[in-house]
């Protein structure tokens, strides 16, 4: 199979996705993310499948931009960003050629992918099992198996029940009670308390089903049906909530990703060469990357000099 030495695809843009495609990206390959027409994403703000409705998001140091087809994605690279394509069945593949390709969709289930996609290939937690579809499966589940690299079996299948925030799991969680189009009325950082209608779906109004952090919230004008998860309140202090940030899962399943590439090119045999991405101005990226840095540790600071709400 004729592939990219540094091509990395990336199959979903979800807020898991994108801890793992900064990790990719910041160790040097160039990275195409594989979308929907309609990412159902709540966590927007840091999804890089924002793109898809936005033309282009930023997200801590990494840029992205939505690729019209897969010739331009060249470009795209070339400006140090990821481009991120509509391209739900992976039709783009035969012309990208990546040397890995992740299946970060968290579907819970498999969507097509299987190991004939790329040399390497790698899926994000239950619906797959090595080596049967993919050459290992990373566990999605929080605790000490997070981000363990699985290369015979599946992760732990999936309980439905959402990971426990501020002592709160499902209650935290806001679903659509019918199906229509969605119309916000609060936005994602918004301070929130219980109650407090938070959207509608068509005429039927939404409240926040706990005092707390609006943490996520589908996109405005999005169709969507009843039991849909459309929003997530974090109830723990808001100086505590990092909103604006990938979160820790998310990094941990990026280092797994990342590691997964690796190990299975070093034991297969398999030519990577994340040196090779070519960057117009490395100067450029560092200065972003520091400008960064230094937004997030001055909102760190802030937060924490913040008097309890």
């Known amino acids: 199979m004729k592939y ?19 990790k990719l990206w910041r160790g040097g390959f160039r990275v195409a993310v594989l979308e929907v027409p309609r990412p159902l994403a709540i966590r927007r703000n840091v999804a890089v499948c924002s793109a898809v409705t936005e033309g282009s998001v930023q997200i801590e140091d990494l840029r992205a931009h939505l690729a019209v087809d897969a010739a331009s994605c060249t470009s795209i690279w070339r400006r140090n960003a990821v481009p991120v394509l509509v391209d739900p069945h992976c039709a783009s593949l035969a012309q ?25 290939t790698l899926a994000l937690g239950p619906g797959f099992s090595a080596p049967e579809d993919v050459d290992a499966v990373i566990e999605t589940m929080r605790g000490h198996d997070l981000g363990r690299l699985i290369l015979a079996g599946a992760a732990l299948p999936n309980t439905g029940v959402p990971g426990e925030l501020g002592g709160k799991s499902a209650e935290r969680v806001v679903r659509a009670p019918v199906t229509g189009m969605v119309r916000h009325l609060r936005h994602i950082g918004a301070k929130v308390s219980k109650g407090e209608i938070l959207f509608l779906v068509g005429d039927t109004p939404v409240p926040s089903p706990l005092d707390g952090i609006l943490r996520g919230l589908i996109a405005d004008g999005m169709e969507v049906t009843a039991g849909l998860k459309c929003a997530d309140v974090d109830p723990r202090p ?26 299975l090119a070093r034991m297969n045999g398999i030519v990577l060469h994340p040196a090779c991405a070519a960057v117009e101005s490395q100067q450029a990226e560092i200065g972003a990357h520091r400008e960064a840095e230094r937004f997030f540790l001055n909102s760190v600071a802030h937060k924490a000099s913040a008097p309890p709400a």
């Open 4 to 22: 990219s030495t540094d091509v990395i695809v990336v199959r979903g843009g979800g807020d898991l996705a994108t801890g793992v495609v900064q």
């Open 96 to 120: 990208l050629r990546p040397a890995a390709l992740v299946d970060a969709t968290i579907a819970k289930r498999n969507l097509g992918t299987h190991r004939g996609m790329a040399p390497i």
């Open 238 to 263: 808001a100086h505590t909530v990092n909103w604006h940030s990938i979160s820790d899962k998310a990094r941990s399943l990026g280092g797994a990703v990342l590691e997964a590439c690796l190990y």
